[in-house]
C-alpha cells in the first residue's frame, strides 16, 4: 500500500500492531519513549524515528498506542502543529469520556479522528479472534479498514468517539464478572478435591452453552415487559444454596451475593414472580 502510516508507542501491544502493518508491506515509520523497542521492527523493514515529531512528519496516518489517555496527551499535545491535516488512529484504552476529550482537541487541531479499543491480547493480533472496535470519523474507517483488517476483525459504532471505548468496557464487564463466577465454582469444590483445572473443563462447555440465554433475555429485556410467560422467576432464581454452601465453607460470598442483591430488590419491588432478566433493572436503578 502506499500509505505512510507511523505507529508511536511499542510497549506490547503497539509492537503487534506495527507488526502486523511492516509484514503486510505498508511503509511504517516507528517511534517509541525509550528506546531498544524498535529494533525487532527495524529487522522486519520498518523505519525507527528518533523523535516522536520526526515520526508524526513522517506519517499521513498516524496510530498511536500508548499507556493510558495522560501518556497520549504528554505524546500529542506538542505537535497539535504538526498533527493537523493528518489522520489519528488512537488504540489505547481510555475511558468513554477520554476518547471523546480527545476527539474534541483534534476537531481543534484539525486532526482526522479514530477512537479504537482493542479486544485481543497481542499474542492474538492479526490471527483468529482478535478484534478492534471502532467509533469517531466514519471517513476514516472506511478509508483506511483495509489496513485495519490487518489487526483483526474491524467493528464501526458511530461518529461519536466514546462509543468504542463503552463497547469496549461493556464487554469487559461481562467477561471479569464471569470469570469471578468461574474462579467461585473452583473455590467451592476446591475443598473436595477438585482441581482448578478439573473445575475448567466442566465449566467451559456449561458456560458456553449458557451463553444461548443471552438472546431470551435481551428479548424480554428489548420487549419491556417481564411479565413474559415461560421464563425463569425470580423467586426461583434463589442463591440462597449457593451462599449456604460457599460460607459453610468458609468462603467469600461477595461474587454471588452481589447477584442475589440484585434480585432480591426487585423481590422486594413485588416483581418475584417476573422473569430473571428483571435484575436488569436492579443494576439501571442502584438501590
Ligand atoms: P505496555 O506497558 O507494554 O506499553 C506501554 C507503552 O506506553 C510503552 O510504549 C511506553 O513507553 C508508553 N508510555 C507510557 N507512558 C508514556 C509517556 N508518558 N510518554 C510516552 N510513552 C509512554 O502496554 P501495552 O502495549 O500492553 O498497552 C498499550 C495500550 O493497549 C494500553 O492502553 C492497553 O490498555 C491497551 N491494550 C493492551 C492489551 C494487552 O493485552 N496488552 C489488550 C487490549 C488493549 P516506554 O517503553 O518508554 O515505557
Redesign the pocket.
Known amino acids: 500500500s502506499d500509505v505512510q502510516v507511523s505507529v508511536l508507542?511499542?510497549?506490547?501491544?503497539?509492537s503487534a500492531l506495527a507488526g502486523a502493518l511492516v509484514k503486510a508491506g505498508y511503509a511504517t515509520t516507528v517511534w517509541?519513549?525509550?528506546p531498544g523497542?524498535a529494533d525487532g521492527l527495524v529487522t522486519l523493514g520498518a523505519k525507527a524515528a528518533t523523535t516522536s515529531g520526526d515520526a508524526v512528519r513522517a506519517g499521513r496516518l498516524v496510530i498511536v498506542?500508548?499507556?493510558?489517555h495522560a501518556?497520549v496527551h504528554?505524546?500529542l499535545d506538542p505537535l497539535s502543529d504538526e498533527l493537523a491535516g493528518r489522520t489519528l488512529i488512537n488504540?489505547?484504552?481510555t475511558s468513554p469520556a477520554q476518547s471523546r476529550e480527545l476527539a474534541a482537541w483534534a476537531a481543534r487541531a484539525g486532526v482526522a479522528y479514530l477512537d479504537g479499543g482493542?479486544m485481543?491480547?497481542?499474542q492474538m493480533i492479526g490471527g483468529p479472534g482478535a478484534s478492534v472496535l471502532y467509533s469517531g470519523s466514519a471517513e476514516v474507517f472506511h478509508q483506511h479498514k483495509p489496513l485495519l483488517d490487518l489487526w483483526g476483525t474491524s467493528a464501526y459504532f458511530g461518529e461519536d468517539a466514546g462509543l468504542a471505548s463503552l463497547y469496549d468496557l461493556a464487554l469487559l464487564s461481562g467477561m471479569y464478572v464471569m470469570f469471578a463466577g468461574f474462579m467461585h465454582g473452583a473455590a467451592m469444590v476446591a475443598p473436595a478435591g477438585v482441581t482448578a483445572g478439573e473445575f475448567a473443563a466442566m465449566a467451559a462447555p456449561w458456560l458456553t452453552a449458557m451463553t444461548g440465554a443471552f438472546q431470551g433475555f435481551a428479548a424480554v429485556i428489548d420487549g419491556g415487559d417481564y411479565t413474559v410467560e415461560g421464563q425463569q422467576s425470580l423467586e426461583f432464581s434463589n442463591l440462597g444454596d449457593i451462599l449456604a454452601a460457599s460460607s459453610e465453607q468458609g468462603l467469600s460470598t461477595e461474587v454471588v451475593a452481589t447477584v442475589q442483591r440484585l434480585i432480591q430488590r426487585q423481590i422486594d419491588a413485588g416483581h418475584g414472580q417476573e422473569g430473571f432478566a428483571r435484575i436488569f433493572e436492579s443494576i439501571r436503578q442502584p438501590g
Request: glycine share 12%; with cysteine; net charge neutral.
Open positions: 508507542g511499542l510497549g506490547a501491544m503497539g517509541n519513549r525509550s523497542k498506542c500508548l499507556l493510558d501518556s504528554e505524546v488504540v489505547t484504552t482493542v485481543a491480547v497481542p
